[in-house]
């Protein structure tokens, strides 16, 4: 129909090249094709795998981290009590103003066990003739615990748990462990010992010993490599009060 002056009803120029731009236009608005919903489907699962992974591996990471500063500081905390010694419950130091402690520093007289696993020390008697001051510690090798025992006067106790201080278990075994703990006399032709060396590796396991078959466990090497981490302590102790004569 022809408009008079080439106008529409509307007020608009209309021709045939713009009716033709406005049905192209509309015909290419179309959506997605199933087979590209299908592969950007896949691409986001494992886009989210992925990072799932990635955070798991990042969660776990920081988990073995801090176990292993952990292991480290009840490590250092179980040298440090050897060397120093530690406050007992109900004992005052005030009255054992000489020797409030027994460690190595304070010590005067050291004996050790026959394999070196567990250290006997006594400070100066000075006022206790009796020589019922003492401390010992010892590494329980089955449980990779290290236990103290002490009796000061009449005030004793036995098995008293220094390591570790975190209970967990993962399977049978404690998460802590403490495999070896060696006490050796540097000077063996003294009456005395007045140079010890203390030797300690601890271990702290992530995971269970894993499988390789139904009834064959893996290689005690894989299982370390893979699951658990060791940390070696090693200091040597001049005793001082070796020399010293009780009064």
């Not at 100066?124 to 590494?139: C, F, T, Y």
């Amino acid at each position: 129909m022809q408009w008079k002056n080439g106008l529409s009803p509307c007020g608009k120029i209309t021709t045939s090249r713009g009716v033709y731009r406005m049905r192209s236009s509309m015909f290419n608005q179309r959506g997605f094709s199933l087979a590209e919903l299908m592969l950007s489907t896949v691409l986001m699962s494992l886009l989210a795998y992925g990072f799932a992974l990635a955070m798991l591996q990042f969660v776990i990471g920081f988990q073995e981290t801090r176990d292993y500063i952990s292991l480290q500081k009840d490590m250092l905390n179980v040298m440090n009590l050897i060397r120093q010694g530690t406050p007992i419950d109900g004992i005052h130091t005030s009255l054992w103003s000489d020797h409030p402690l027994i460690g190595l520093l304070t010590a005067q007289k050291v004996t050790f066990s026959y394999n070196n696993d567990a250290m006997t020390m006594s400070p100066v008697r000075g006022s206790d003739p009796l020589n019922r001051m003492w401390v010992r510690i010892k590494h329980e090798r089955n449980t990779g615990r290290v236990l103290m025992d002490y009796q000061f006067q009449n005030l004793s106790k036995f098995n008293e748990v220094i390591f570790p201080t975190d209970k967990e278990k993962i399977g049978r075994d404690n998460r802590f462990r403490i495999t070896r703990l060696d006490f050796t006399n540097l000077t063996p032709h003294l009456e005395q010992p007045d140079l010890i060396s203390i030797y300690m590796v601890g271990e702290v396991r992530y995971r269970v010993r894993g499988r390789i078959s139904k009834n064959k466990l893996m290689s005690q090497e894989d299982d370390l490599q893979m699951n658990v981490q060791r940390l070696i302590l090693q200091t040597t102790v001049f005793v001082s009060n070796a020399d010293k004569f009780d009064t």
